[in-house]
């Protein structure tokens, strides 16, 4: 079942090595666990991102509701494993050899989405004790935005350029 971890580990090692501290050292290990558990599996790819966005919804969600630290632990734990599911599924595609365009085209429109919604969530949440936390919510949003486009322009040019 998951006998595979360390060469499903071995495999992605290229890929994970510019990702960010938290990632290697927290959501990394889970996330080769997973590919490890599901890789004999119907799954696909796509259906692990579905779940990261639906988790991220989740955990924007309850920022948002649930105060007090409890529902910052409740939040932190399931955008957690937002980024788990997130981090599974490019593993899991280069490991199954299942990966598509379409795949990445899916995982970066979602994570783009995903980082909004947690800039409006993480606003909306500050702006109960600070004045100006909207303000400035709105502000990072349209930073991140507008440099998202240029990012998304970049990776369209990219896969049209596969394509042709």
């Not at 990072?140 to 998202?148: D, E, M, Q």
């Amino acid at each position: 079942m998951i006998r595979n971890y360390k060469k499903i580990k071995e495999f992605n090692k290229e890929s994970n090595s510019k990702d960010q501290f938290y990632s290697k050292l927290f959501s990394h290990p889970l996330s080769i666990l997973l590919v490890s558990v599901i890789e004999n599996t119907k799954l696909s790819p796509n259906l692990l991102t579905t779940i990261s966005f639906i988790l991220t919804i989740v955990g924007t969600y309850t920022l948002i509701v649930i105060d007090g630290y409890l529902g910052l632990i409740i939040t932190w734990a399931i955008l957690h494993f937002a980024l788990v599911f997130d981090s599974a599924d490019g593993q899991f595609a280069r490991w199954t050899k299942r990966g598509s365009l379409f795949g990445a085209f899916y995982d970066v429109f979602t994570d783009h989405i995903s980082y909004r919604l947690l800039i409006i969530s993480l606003s909306i949440r500050l702006s109960a004790q600070y004045e100006h936390a909207m303000l400035l919510g709105i502000i990072v949003l349209a930073i991140h935005t507008l440099a998202g486009f240029q990012n998304l322009a970049i990776n369209n040019i990219i896969l049209f350029s596969l394509l042709v």
